[in-house]
């Protein structure tokens, strides 16, 4: 009974109940691969965030195994990401000092804040909420932070200090004026750090493939790049003394040891502070990691349920804020390694966590002089391909109402921060969609041959009645362009003479609401008055349920509703002629 709880609580538990040998061998070597590139790369978008390094570490190992508990995506890697960590500086940098034990504890009470509204919304099942981020919002988002988040690293990669403007503008602005200003050594460390990574990335697979490596093999080879890097860069500094001669940053004592139990400090002023911020992350967060999860579970048939997956989000977030992490979500260049390396259930992500748990227990001292310049590297080069090129370009050629959402985002982001550009392309993105739902399409219809067919006059050969004006409308008919579609039939109608009985084709209207039917009714006043007829056809159930409820009378109902446009027409056309 207790085991049966368990495994409707845990997708984890039911995976347990039939694991195989050769699963255990497959999660394993995933989890090692994974947990090689998380170290240095927790370590990096810790940073980036503003936080101690080992708060990276911390924030991957009891969410991960939180989440491989909840989740029902076997591959999602779940941890620090680029765009979060920088959310988290950019907010919480705003209120506290980044690095500051003021600034440490918003970053807990956050992820605490993030895990509830995560839960919350599994409770609620709002997961529909992320829809209201459209996916030109999304790449206009994507490539601005992208761009940020490139530009706030250049400064650990060149070894500059640079002075953060309000804006990140200013901030990208202040970075270009102090190139100039270089340190060589760790501007060489840099950049190197960054070829050799691009090497890793795109320039050894075909090499490896033409050494006749196997493809498991070169698949794991590639995916060392990080450690590659940073072991490489540590041993430079490490034999040159390069921190001590050339003033080579580096990242210094990293504390051993697990991590204990924070209690995040929850006042009201900093959860008023925070809940925006909370807001977008929740929303931005689980965005990027069920379209991941969904992308990856498609390859192998596998569903994905949206309301587990926030469920464990958000367990995962109140993981981190309750073991000195801060907060996380699924990361894709993560899960696309654990994905490749051939994970086969949740427990790869366990495994993950124990690697680097391990790590904090044992390996923090050969962390000491990884310079910060290769951390750098590796955030740079993770987040250069989320610069999207493309889809503005084709957007542009498709929908330019989309790519003009897309363009108000990337400047906005640029020009105002982080949370306020996502919101004003997120507003952005909705007026032009109330806009063009405004002025719905209509098109003026007539009969295809001697078919029951009736299409667009403007597109097709079609044969048109003497006396009947027949339209359709692609749209439901609510408040917001009921008004348009009373203004378009009473055009028509001042304009042609000869109309004898309109015919409104309702195959597009799914939905009315109040307004809807009150203009509906207003068009067949106003229509009666000039001695023309008004007909509905193919009305949809729904809406002849509104209909009746609306009190439209039982005579219309029977003598002004057809079947089909068919049946209408040649009602009116018998009517027409006797008239």
């Keep these: 009974m207790v085991w049966q709880w368990i495994k409707a609580i845990s997708p984890l538990a039911t ?92 970053c807990l009470t956050l992820a605490l804040m993030i895990g509830v509204l995560h839960i919350a919304m599994a409770v609620f099942r709002l997961g529909f909420l992320v829809n209201f981020i459209s996916h030109p919002v999304l790449v206009g988002f994507t490539s601005a932070a992208a761009i940020v988040i490139g530009f706030s690293q250049v400064k650990h990669l060149i070894g500059v200090s640079v002075e953060s403007g309000e ?36 320039g050894l697979a075909p ?33 040159g003394r390069l921190d001590q001669s050339h003033a080579v940053k580096i990242v210094g004592d990293i504390p051993s040891g697990l991590p204990g139990l924070t209690i995040p400090p929850l006042t009201l002023d900093a959860i008023r502070s925070l809940l925006p911020l909370a807001f977008v992350i929740t929303l931005v967060g689980y965005m990027e990691s069920i379209s991941v999860a969904k992308a990856l579970a498609s390859r192998k048939r596998q569903t994905i349920d949206a309301d587990r997956e926030l469920l464990a989000l958000g367990m995962a977030d109140v993981g981190a804020a309750f073991t000195g992490g801060y907060p996380v979500t699924g990361g ?42 290769v951390l750098a590297a590796i955030i740079i080069v993770a987040v250069a391909p989320l610069v999207d090129f493309k889809t503005p370009l084709k957007l542009w050629h498709f929908s330019r109402s989309d790519a003009l959402a897309l363009l108000v985002t990337f400047v906005a982001v640029l020009a105002t921060g982080i949370e306020t550009g996502i919101l004003l392309g997120v507003v952005a993105s909705v007026v032009m969609l109330m806009s063009k739902m405004s002025r719905p399409h209509v098109a003026e219809v007539g009969r295809v041959g001697n078919s029951e067919h009736f299409r667009n006059v403007d597109r097709y050969d079609v044969q048109m009645t003497a006396g009947v004006f027949a339209f359709r409308i692609d749209e439901s008919l609510y408040f917001a362009n009921s008004s348009f579609l009373q203004s378009y039939v009473m055009e028509q109608v001042a304009n042609r ?48 349920d509104r209909l009746k409820l609306a009190g439209v009378d039982e005579s219309f109902l029977r003598e002004n509703i057809f079947m089909s446009a068919d049946a209408a027409i040649q009602k009116l056309s018998v009517q027409a002629m006797e008239a």
């Design 207 to 239: 090499l490896l493939k033409q050494f006749g490596v196997a493809e498991v093999t070169a698949e794991t080879i590639l995916k060392l790049g990080p450690l590659v890097a940073v072991t490489i860069a540590a041993l430079i500094v490490f034999g």
């Design 497 to 544: 003479p000869d109309i004898q009985s309109v015919l409104l084709i309702c195959s597009g209207i799914n939905e009315i609401d109040a307004t809807g039917l009150d203009v509906l009714k207003t068009v067949h006043r106003e229509l009666n008055d000039l001695g023309i007829g008004f007909y509905l056809s193919d009305v949809k159930g729904p809406v002849t």
């Design 15 to 106: 995976t347990l109940s039939s694991y195989r040998r050769d699963q255990f061998a497959s999660d394993l070597i995933a989890g090692l691969v994974v947990a090689i590139m998380l170290v240095p790369q927790s370590m990096a978008y810790a940073m980036l965030a503003g936080l101690p390094p080992q708060v990276g570490l911390y924030a991957s190992i009891v969410p991960l195994i939180l989440y491989a508990m909840l989740g029902t995506s076997n591959s999602l890697a779940v941890g620090p990401v680029a765009m979060v960590s920088l959310l988290v500086f950019a907010g919480v940098g705003a209120l506290a000092t980044p690095g500051s034990p003021e600034f440490i504890g918003l």
């Design 167 to 202: 804006y990140p503008i200013q901030s990208i602005i202040s970075t270009l004026s102090n190139l100039g200003s270089a340190n060589l050594a760790t501007l060489g460390i840099g950049v190197t750090s960054c070829l050799l990574l691009i090497l890793f990335g795109y």
């Design 332 to 373: 894709f260049s993560r899960s696309l390694v654990n994905d490749s390396a051939g994970v086969r259930t949740p427990l790869g992500s366990i495994f993950t966590a124990l690697f680097v748990a391990i790590s904090v227990l044992f390996l923090t001292p050969l962390f000491y002089y990884i310079p910060n310049s």
